[in-house]
């Protein structure tokens, strides 16, 4: 089946087989494995993108359920210039990653969530990132970036 996408503003158009899930697209296809594969159950939230701006686990859309889409993946992030977007810089800042497998997912999750809400609480920071798993940290220093990123993007007064 052909499949044609905007990813990270560059239009792609592929044959895929219909079976094919977007995370694999993207990672076998496109090159780009940041986007991890974690459970492909929809457990972990390691392969997390954003799909016209909302954030999905890609293991879990079919890449011609994609088709005609906008997807930004973790490499979509930085601008032109390489200046890493204010999460991802608040990642880096906070220390909020430690092996990092987890941590693409979790970026995407984090704009989608500022998106929609701002200005949000300690809480519902923990809330929002419920379907994204980290093994190996507390959580701490991820909320603390995602609040961090809240207010560099310019919504806290």
Same mark, same amino acid.
């Given at each position: *089946?052909?499949?044609?996408?905007?990813?990270?503003?560059?239009?792609? &158009?592929?044959?895929?087989?219909?079976?094919?899930?977007?995370?694999?697209?993207?990672?076998?296809?496109?090159?780009?494995?940041?986007?991890?594969?974690?459970?492909?159950?929809?457990?972990?939230?390691? #392969?997390?993108?954003?799909?016209?701006?909302? &954030?999905?686990?890609?293991?879990?859309?079919?890449?011609?359920?994609?088709?005609?889409?906008?997807?930004?993946?973790?490499?979509? *992030?930085?601008?032109?210039?390489?200046?890493?977007?204010?999460?991802?810089?608040?990642?880096?800042?906070?220390?909020?990653?430690?092996?990092?497998? #987890?941590?693409?997912?979790?970026? *995407?999750?984090?704009?989608?969530?500022?998106?929609?809400?701002?200005?949000?609480?300690?809480?519902?920071?923990?809330?929002?990132?419920?379907?994204?798993?980290?093994? #190996?940290?507390?959580?701490?220093?991820?909320?603390? &970036?995602?609040? *961090?990123?809240?207010?560099?993007?310019?919504?806290?007064?």
């Amino acid at each position: *089946m052909k499949v044609e996408m905007t990813v990270n503003g560059n239009l792609e &158009s592929h044959d895929v087989e219909a079976r094919t899930l977007l995370v694999n697209y993207l990672r076998d296809t496109l090159a780009l494995t940041g986007t991890n594969i974690g459970c492909d159950t929809t457990s972990c939230g390691a #392969c997390t993108v954003l799909i016209n701006g909302q &954030s999905v686990k890609s293991c879990t859309v079919l890449a011609v359920q994609a088709s005609g889409d906008d997807v930004t993946t973790i490499e979509g *992030m930085a601008s032109e210039d390489g200046t890493m977007h204010p999460v991802q810089a608040a990642f880096q800042e906070c220390h909020g990653l430690q092996c990092g497998y #987890c941590t693409p997912g979790m970026v *995407m999750a984090i704009t989608s969530l500022l998106k929609e809400n701002p200005e949000p609480t300690e809480e519902e920071v923990r809330v929002g990132l419920e379907g994204n798993l980290c093994r #190996c940290t507390g959580y701490h220093n991820i909320v603390e &970036s995602a609040l *961090m990123a809240s207010r560099s993007l310019g919504v806290h007064s």
